[in-house]
């Protein structure tokens, strides 16, 4: 079971000890924005009913109705209390911050949530790649992946495997860069990143950790 569908099975929880209060507030919702619901029942992978509930637990942690990143890493450090999330949930607040204005509108929330959580392989390896490439300028360097890696270890913490320390991540940063470099010259561009994950298994499973990290 992924982090997401345990947040909402807890949402969920939560509602069936007020049942009144539950109706009362997916009215409120609907009145608040309907046609937002609509749009984003359209565009993410989310039914209205999982939207309200996202909502009700967006708006319990962000009253404001919008996410600065120390309260995105906040919410993030609740999953992962083994290790120290701060690192990774930085880069995967960038990623979500489409529009980098250094907060996270529910629209926003629930468009990352949804590629995560439900996306097609390609949607989550360009999600993927969109990560590591840390500056947006459309490649990946060893440096970036260096730095991604590192906050994955540290997130991980105790249930890391092999166990963290500076030569385990240089060793994996080494060996995927390798692969993924294919014509040598130093950065991995998007579509080496997508021919190498499509032709190795190892490399795509290792992708899977995107299905527990949110």
Known sequence: M???TTWLNLKRGEFRKKDHDLEDLEMQVVRYKPEGLDVLC?????????LQIMYR??????PTGIVNEETFKEIYAQFFPQGDSSAYAHYVFNT???DRNGSLSFEEFVMGLSVLSRGTLQERLQWAFNLYDINGDGFITKDEMT???SAIYEMMG???????DENTTKEHVERVFHKMDINRDGVITFD???ETCRRDENITKG????????
Do not use: W
């Not at 105790?158 to 963290?164: L, T």
């Open 192 to 194: 080496e990143f997508m």
């Open 158 to 164: 105790r249930f890391s495997e092999p166990m963290v």
């Open 96 to 98: 979500f911050d489409h």
């Open 147 to 149: 730095d991604i890696v």
């Open 2 to 4: 992924d982090a997401l």
């Open 207 to 214: 992708m899977a950790i995107f299905d527990t990290v949110l």
């Open 42 to 50: 359209r565009k993410s992978k989310f039914t209205r009913k999982e």
């Open 57 to 62: 637990g967006f708006k319990q942690e962000c």
